[in-house]
């Protein structure tokens, strides 16, 4: 297996874990509650185009960013790792669906293609530091292009899998019902919980090494 494989396979399973769609169905369906399914696609598709334009910003931007607020590849691996932990956590214990990020269902003018569907519930704090994390390793390889094209490809699969859950958010919630979802999003936090862990792992490696606190590897 390449090292570029490798990567893309990384980056598009701790995206999809990340995102994990089966826990957007359901406020998918609240909020589009009533519509037909032409509408449920249509929105889909917008807030899945919305969200893979937020994570190829932060793939492209996101070392000038960190080059801005003087933050060094390790600690975002670190903080990246930690937010995924807690993610994962969160995972395992159920959470309400109502709260501030939902708007009123009610309201017409509401975009809910992007405020929560793409922001924050696609493309949150776990996926933002996701990307920022494979970016590092990007940078660091002498096979620059090959890899910045294996995670690019990654970002888009994941988000093409992201849209078909929400285009057919109904006949997926029949099939699984409450209890498969539910299972899904518990087993889904273990393994996200695990990619925190390796990710600060590794940050803290990387940052013991930058301070030639241990040899290189």
Same mark, same amino acid.
């Given at each position: 297996?390449?090292?570029?494989?490798?990567?893309?396979?990384?980056?598009?399973?701790?995206?999809?874990?990340?995102?994990?769609?089966?826990?957007?169905?359901?406020?998918?369906?609240?909020? @589009?509650?009533? !519509?037909?399914?032409?509408?449920?696609? =249509?929105?889909?598709?917008?807030?899945?185009?919305?969200?893979?334009?937020?994570? &190829?910003?932060?793939?492209?931007?996101?070392?000038?960013?960190?080059?801005?607020?003087?933050?060094?590849?390790?600690?975002?691996?670190?903080?990246?790792?930690?937010?995924?932990? !807690?993610?994962?956590?969160?995972? &395992?214990?159920?959470?309400?669906?109502?709260?501030?990020?939902?708007?009123?269902?009610?309201? =017409?003018?509401?975009?809910?293609? &992007?405020?929560?569907?793409?922001?924050?519930?696609? #493309?949150?704090?776990?996926?933002?530091?996701?990307? @920022?994390?494979?970016?590092?390793?990007? =940078?660091? +390889?002498?096979?620059?292009?090959?890899?910045?094209?294996?995670?690019?490809?990654?970002?888009? #699969?994941?988000?093409?899998?992201?849209?078909? #859950?929400? +285009?057919?958010?109904? =006949?997926?919630?029949?099939? @699984?019902?409450?209890?498969?979802?539910? +299972?899904?999003?518990?087993?889904?936090?273990? &393994?996200?919980?695990?990619?925190?862990?390796?990710?600060?792992?590794?940050?803290?490696?990387?940052?013991?090494?930058?301070?030639?606190?241990?040899?290189?590897?």
């Amino acid at each position: 297996m390449t090292k570029e494989w490798a990567l893309f396979l990384s980056t598009f399973a701790t995206l999809l874990a990340i995102i994990n769609p089966f826990e957007a169905l359901p406020i998918f369906l609240m909020l @589009l509650e009533g !519509k037909d399914l032409s509408e449920h696609r =249509k929105v889909a598709a917008r807030a899945t185009l919305y969200a893979t334009l937020l994570l &190829f910003f932060f793939l492209i931007f996101g070392s000038l960013i960190m080059q801005l607020f003087g933050v060094p590849l390790s600690m975002v691996r670190i903080v990246g790792g930690i937010i995924l932990v !807690k993610i994962g956590f969160e995972l &395992f214990s159920p959470s309400p669906n109502g709260g501030s990020i939902i708007p009123d269902a009610s309201d =017409k003018t509401a975009n809910f293609a &992007f405020v929560p569907l793409a922001l924050p519930i696609m #493309c949150g704090p776990g996926a933002i530091a996701t990307v @920022l994390g494979m970016q590092s390793e990007i =940078k660091e +390889a002498p096979e620059h292009f090959g890899r910045f094209a294996a995670t690019s490809f990654a970002i888009v #699969c994941a988000m093409f899998v992201t849209y078909l #859950c929400l +285009a057919y958010a109904g =006949k997926l919630v029949d099939k @699984l019902g409450p209890m498969g979802i539910d +299972a899904t999003t518990r087993i889904v936090g273990f &393994f996200v919980s695990a990619m925190g862990v390796g990710l600060v792992f590794n940050g803290v490696l990387q940052g013991l090494h930058e301070h030639g606190l241990i040899a290189p590897s």
